[in-house]
């Protein structure tokens, strides 16, 4: 969303608030159920770290565009930037 929305854009603020607010103490974030696919009803799977990586990698891409540190900014696109693939 950081790469081709205002950082005003409400979901923006309110996705960066609720990461905020749900920070536990230690600096993690809960994530009790499991975030990969497996098999349903035989195994599933749980990537431990995505629960602390990502969230820390949006709150520090969102910091940095904000304070304009244009170096750790993604590129912005406008929808119209993007054409279609066709061949496959």
Known sequence: ML???D???PAIVKAISYLL???KEDGSWSE???TGTGFPGVFYL???LYRNSFP???LARYSNQ???AEE???PKFQPSEFRLRSGF
Do not use: E, I, M
């Open 56 to 58: 820390v990698y949006a």
């Open 32 to 34: 009790p159920d499991f």
């Open 21 to 23: 607010h749900h920070q």
């Open 46 to 48: 749980k990537y431990h």
């Open 7 to 9: 950082l005003s854009d």
């Open 66 to 68: 904000s304070r304009g």
């Open 72 to 74: 750790y900014v993604a």
């Open 3 to 5: 790469a081709g929305a």
